[in-house]
């Protein structure tokens, strides 16, 4: 790792790990540059989440992220950004294999794209990656409980945390995440009582989504947050604007105006007399 984190003015890894326990952290997913530059001076942390392969790729799960797809995106992400921590997803297929490919591919990430810190998702089966990231000084959010990599060997988006061994399991992933070096921990789709004791039995903040208002932070899909998702939109999610309907008015009035040649106006065309060469 060549770069320095703690040269960045931005909120950093460490920052978000000393607010465990204090005023919510509030984090959203983002993608591209203009929605970085909105979200930023409202959020703690912005997630580059490789749910970008679904929310604007079109893929049916998130398996379809690839490692240049995310730094491509975190790079405009942090050109669009300048205070919050950017936290970059691992794609599928980028750490599983070995604590050394884990290693390499958060280098590339953290290096490429100039971002805070990678998450990855994974308890128990994932300490040695964590583990490997950790030692090379980058650092990494943990992702537990519903894990949208493994929806298709797991059959679905299923709530995790209904029986005692599940209960059981997620709490081992959670020390094992905290143990491993992690800075902080998503938990999504748990049962809202497991959640919050979780987030009581860790030192490291967690951030919930589908959870519990109890967790240190809360994090949603920002498509889904503005009422942008077209396909499935989750239990858990509050729509806290309607764009969907918003664009699709925008286009009906477009079409309409292009079709009766009322746009472009005179306000929107060039005339000699108009004397300006800028658009
Ligand atoms: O990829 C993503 O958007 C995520 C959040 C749902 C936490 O991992």
Do not use: W
């Amino acid at each position: 790792m060549t770069r320095d984190p703690s040269a960045d003015s931005r909120i950093g890894a460490e920052d978000i790990r000393r607010r465990k326990g204090g005023v919510p952290i509030v984090c959203l997913t983002a993608y591209t540059y203009p929605v970085a530059r909105l979200l930023d001076p409202h959020v703690d942390l912005l997630l580059v989440g490789d749910s970008v392969a679904m929310v604007l790729h079109g893929h049916a799960t998130t398996l379809g992220a690839s490692l240049e797809m995310m730094i491509a995106h975190g790079q405009a992400v942090m050109r669009g950004s300048a205070k919050a921590c950017i936290v970059v997803d691992m794609p599928a297929g980028s750490y599983e294999d070995s604590p050394a490919q884990a290693a390499k591919s958060a280098g590339r990430i953290f290096e490429e794209t100039g971002c805070q810190a990678v998450k990855l998702e994974g308890g128990v089966s994932m300490v040695a990656q964590i583990a490997a990231i950790v030692a090379e000084g980058i650092p990494v959010m943990g992702h537990i409980g519903l894990q949208p990599q493994s929806v298709e060997k797991d059959g679905g988006y299923k709530i995790k945390g209904r029986t005692e061994e599940n209960i059981a399991a997620l709490f081992r992933d959670a020390e094992a995440v905290e143990e491993a070096g992690a800075f902080s921990v998503v938990i999504e789709g748990t049962m809202e009582a497991v959640a919050a004791k979780l987030t009581r039995h860790i030192s490291i903040p967690s951030i919930g989504i589908g959870a519990s208002a109890d967790c240190d932070g809360q994090i949603l899909v920002i498509d889904d947050m503005v009422g942008m998702t077209v396909d499935r939109v989750p239990k858990f999610v509050k729509e806290y604007a309607d764009l969907r309907s918003v664009v699709a008015d925008a286009a009906a009035r477009y079409a309409a105006e292009v079709r009766s040649r009322a746009f472009p106006g005179p306000d929107h065309v060039f005339t000699m007399a108009s004397g300006k060469d800028e658009t």
